[in-house]
């Protein structure tokens, strides 16, 4: 079957259509016919090569897939042929501590599809059953392949690691991302005061229209930390979401309030951030980092998608054939939302 993926490392010129056996579903397994695949900053960062993280080539891209169900390994009847479905990214052993505790995000041997495994740009998937939920009737195929990654990220990140209250305030840098627009919406149903910043003046005014009431556009004349202080009352920012990483985080560490949290999800701009350790423990905050989620916060995610009460913004849907294109507007300042395969 064919896939958008690559067959070695690099940039965009190295992506192209490869060809990968269908798999089949083993015991505990389900196949799922793919219909809407999304992609996300992961994507990039697996074709450029992760280090420490091997990949069989050819290798597909994508870790977010809805589809219908094809068929099922011996042991699963609880799943109808035909049945529309979207996928949990996350693998989890099942069997070690963390998973009997219910921390399944802290799996050893944990694994992300598109990542660790083949992705979902392709025709066909296998996943565990455990990973393959029901598609909510109110979400379309597009949203429903859109959501899985960026809600079930910021979700924990948000209401679990950062343990945000309802009389607490919090920050959301970056507006464009599917993630960043994830955790604002997460952020406001817990009912806390949120300020979305962000450097770009197009940007703000799209994260207005997406229902972000408070927006800030930081520069060099007028930088991050300074324009969050003065929004909290010079009290600082309870909880902080960061995905930026090196171009944010040194100053966005400056705005935390005494006994705050900034959670680290990702680092587009770069890994390595040079922090004042003194800011941290003088006000008794903590940096915290946090990747997808456990399975009980995925359900509580998806029980919010299913309600409306959480939606997922489309950048735009290309076409099967435009795989390229799909991956070079992730590159894009343009973008703002998801951007999505149309699988024939």
Known sequence: MRGVGFRSHGGLDHVEFVDIPTP????????VRLQAAAFNRLDLFTLAGIPGVPVAVPHVLGSDGAGIVESTGPDVADLDLGTPVLLNPGIWDGTCEACRAGEEALCRGYQIVGEHTQGTATEFVVVPRRNVYPKPPSLSLPEAAAAPLVFQT??????????LRADESCAIIGASGGVANAALQVAQGVGARVVVATRSEAHAARARTEGARDVLVYSEAEPIDQLL???SGKRGIDVIFDSVGRATLP?????????????????????LAEIDLRTLFWRQASIRGSTMAGRAEFEGMLGALASGSLRPTIDRVF??????????????????????????
């Open 319 to 344: 076409p099967f054939e435009k795989g390229r294109e799909a991956l070079a507007r992730m590159e894009s300042d343009e973008r703002f939302g998801k951007v999505v395969l149309s699988i024939p």
């Open 24 to 31: 089949t579903p083993g015991p505990g397994e389900v196949q």
């Open 251 to 271: 100053r966005t560490v400056r705005a935390v309030a005494r006994g705050g949290r900034v959670v680290v999800i990702g680092a587009t701009s770069g890994p």
């Open 154 to 163: 910021a979700w924990r990140a948000i209401r679990t690691v950062g343990a």
């Open 229 to 231: 202080w003065r929004w």
